[in-house]
């Protein structure tokens, strides 16, 4: 079972640069998020999907964008790349007709804007 | 809203040793509780959850935690620690009805030989 897959695995960015990161799930979920982990402060949402052709901002969304064209993929594009962009970023997914339904995550994308 | 608040940033305790990751919560609705681990360089897997019933919730790997409702707190336990329970973990509240998780900051588990 793969799961939730996300790539690339690594990237650095110059600044102003754009990217696309890839996130793919085969669970059939409903729901999914995307997340930024920054040392020391947890995860903070960015963005989320209850389902295709419905995105909203999580906690965080500013720099970022998403898409989410069908029930498998949900990428996060960064337009214009800052250094305070530099983290990991998780993408996870659930099925979300109940409430006690646990995401699922993926490996991560390490992002690094110099 | 949710809140969670993981009260070590960084506990080392000896191989074969027991360990406590302390938890406290506040919430202001019904609320699920979770605890994920990090291995260093991966994603979150859950632990254990929370959703009701016995307060006494069993996960993998032999880890268990308490729901202490009273206390407003979920710790997580386990008897007898092993080099490959190093990583971070990360305890996570749900409000029922939303779809949004609440993490704490985590606490990394050092287990030394």
């Known amino acids: 079972n793969a799961g939730v897959t996300q790539t690339p695995k690594f990237r650095i960015l110059k600044i102003g640069q754009s990217m696309t990161l890839q996130c793919a799930q085969d669970m059939n979920h409903n729901y999914m998020y995307w997340y930024r982990q920054d040392p020391g402060m947890g995860l903070k949402l960015i963005y989320y999907?209850?389902?295709?052709?419905?995105?909203d901002k999580g906690e965080v969304p500013n720099g970022y964008n998403v898409s989410r064209s069908t029930t498998e993929d949900f990428p996060l594009r960064l337009e214009l790349a800052a250094p305070s962009q530099t983290s990991v970023y998780f993408c996870a997914s659930s099925y979300q007709d109940r409430d006690n339904q646990p995401q699922h995550f993926g490996d991560g994308t390490r992002l690094s804007i110099l | 809203a949710q809140s969670v608040t993981q009260l070590d940033s960084q506990v080392p305790v000896f191989e074969e040793a027991p360990v406590e990751l302390r938890c406290n919560y506040s919430?202001?609705?019904?609320?699920?509780l979770f605890w994920y681990v990090q291995y260093p360089n991966q994603g979150l897997q859950l632990l254990l959850k929370y959703l009701s019933g016995s307060t006494l919730v069993k996960g993998i790997n032999g880890f268990e935690a308490e729901f202490n409702k009273s206390q407003t707190s979920f710790h997580l336990r386990k008897p007898s620690v092993h080099i490959s329970d190093t990583a971070e973990y990360f305890c996570v509240a749900k409000g029922a009805g939303s779809y949004q998780l609440t993490f704490g900051k985590g606490t990394k588990l050092s287990v030394i030989p």
């Open positions: 919430s202001s609705v019904s609320v699920y």
């Open positions: 999907s209850v389902g295709a052709g419905i995105t």
